[in-house]
């Protein structure tokens, strides 16, 4: 049997090992060693953003970019309901309410009209999500949010230089958030970053994830707020730093593998890919695919047991947030219809996605689909 390929595995081919070694021998191994503010002043850069606030995972990246735009409880926050778990957890950290729109067929992010038909005297905030690398269509999405004065907030968890407009995710709202998992097209194995041009929103950034010690005041050990310890340790900004100087190049490979991907796969009937959003430029964090198995002739199950015995690793979709059991607990309307984020979610899986992966793998996993079908 040919080599196991898996869903996604990081690429670390840049100064990583040189970077953790100094970090290491300097004995800075806290947040408190050079690579953090290195790695944010990189990583702001390359997203063409004044400021870049690292924390230890992209989910309470959100959690702190929410608490800096002020959310608390009473507030009901718009998110799409086709996304990953963490971005309703984070709203619920900050004691506000996550409301769900469903996802748009084509590009599989949410639906701008969905997300305005959710606002209510309560809304404090749109977040939409660049589902999958594919950024949302943000023109229409600001001009909801300035129509009825929310704030706007990226969840760019899964969109490290992706573009709409020409500008960079990180950039296309008020503030922004990143994941820096291990399958994330940037990496430090775990980790997150605030993203954002605003100054008064950096300063809160920084202060709440430090537990709210005074910034700039002695340190008396007095707390005026209840702050977050989301710090970034040292040995994490170090790979942060050594990923972000390859970040364009991880970048063309992913988008090079998405566009070879689509040219195999798009004329397999039955096989339904992600659109890519108009003025956009997606950077394929991972690429999907929803299956219509009247037209394919097999099931999603089969399909996957069929890879899988081929050494192919796949992972189905997210299940919807109204789906969820915890956020229903919570008190979150899940009563509603959410016909496009149910169809992925029954329908939907990934492929093997990583920025390592060669066009002989994708070769091979294209040759498989196709002669599953059944006709
Ligand atoms: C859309 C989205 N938001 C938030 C997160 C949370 O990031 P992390 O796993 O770094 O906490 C993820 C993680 O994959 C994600 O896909």
Known sequence: MSSFLPVCSPLLAGKELDYVTQAVSSGWISSSGKYVGEFEKAFAAYCGSKHGIAVCNGTVALHLALTALGIGPGDEIVIPDFTMIASAFAVCYAGAMPVFADADPETWNIAAASAEAKITPRAKAIMPVHIFGNPCDMTALRRIASKHSLALLEDAAEAHGAEFGGKKAGTLADI????????????????????????????????????????????????????????????????????????????????????????????????????????????????????????????????????????????????????????????????????????????????????????????????????????
């Open 176 to 375: 922004a958030a990143f994941s820096f998992f291990a399958n994330k097209n940037v990496t430090t194995g775990e980790g997150g970053m605030v993203v954002t041009n605003d100054d008064n929103l950096a300063s809160a950034c920084r202060y709440y994830k430090n537990l709210c010690f005074p910034p700039d005041a002695p340190r008396e050990y007095l707390h005026r707020d209840i702050g977050f310890n989301y710090r970034m340790s040292n040995l994490h900004a170090a790979i942060g730093l050594a990923q972000t100087e390859k970040a364009n190049e991880y970048r063309s490979l992913r988008i090079r593998n998405g566009r070879l991907y689509r040219e195999r796969l798009r004329e397999i009937p039955g096989i339904v890919l992600q659109a890519e959003q108009k003025d956009g430029l997606g950077v394929f964090w991972m690429n999907g695919v929803c299956l219509r198995p009247e037209v394919y002739g097999r099931t999603r199950g089969e399909l996957l047991a069929r890879l899988r015995e081929n050494g192919v690793d796949t992972r189905v979709f997210f299940n919807g947030m109204h789906r969820q059991p915890a956020l229903k607990k919570y008190g979150c309307d899940c009563a509603g219809q959410y016909p496009v984020s149910d169809l992925l979610a029954d329908n939907g899986f990934y492929l093997p996605s990583g920025s390592g992966l060669q066009e002989a793998d994708i070769d091979r996993v294209c040759a498989l689909i196709k002669e599953f079908r059944r006709k």
